[in-house]
């Protein structure tokens, strides 16, 4: 879903753990290039946390493919109404298309869970490229199969 924007290899997660003295554990994940193409490559580590940030910010600037994450959306929707009726009692109308498609990527950006995040880059149609800790995009011709 990201290359490396310097020599095209693949990006992927490496997680590790830190044991404090008090006993907290803290886990990071780091996001990096595999070195397939250029086993010198220079691109870098980003922290997780980071990365999800920077993604947030081009949101705004990304071509999503609407389609696939409004399916998502409305699932999420009859999700919650669901919820709301069976266990809360409350028969509010909610409806997608009251819904921005970008808030509710950012959200899932920020609190979703891994397959939720992985899902939502698999709806964009722009390439990502990560160098030197900064992630670009490259467009891309549109799939007219995705449509």
């Known amino acids: 879903m ?3 924007g310097l020599c095209g290899s693949g990006i992927s997660a490496d ?4 044991k404090q003295q008090n006993g907290n554990i803290h886990r990071y994940v ?3 290039c595999t070195k397939a193409r250029d086993k ?3 691109c870098g580590y980003i922290e997780e946390k980071e990365l999800i940030k920077q993604f ?3 949101l705004d600037k990304i071509d999503i493919d609407e389609i696939g994450i409004r399916e998502k959306l409305k699932y ?9 009726q069976g266990v809360l009692g409350i028969k509010e109308k909610i409806t997608v298309g009251d819904i921005d498609i970008r ?3 950012k959200y899932i950006l920020r609190e979703g869970q891994d397959i939720e995040k992985r899902e ?3 709806c964009l149609r722009s390439k990502i490229s990560l160098s030197n800790k900064k992630i670009t995009l490259r467009e891309t011709t549109p799939d007219k199969s995705r449509r």
């Open 2 to 4: 990201m290359t490396c």
């Open 15 to 18: 997680e590790k753990f830190k």
């Open 56 to 58: 947030a910010e081009l």
């Open 76 to 84: 999420e929707v009859e999700r919650v109404k669901k919820f709301q």
């Open 120 to 122: 939502l880059l698999g």
């Open 40 to 42: 010198d490559c220079k």
């Open 103 to 105: 808030n509710y990527a």
């Open 30 to 32: 780091y996001y990096g």
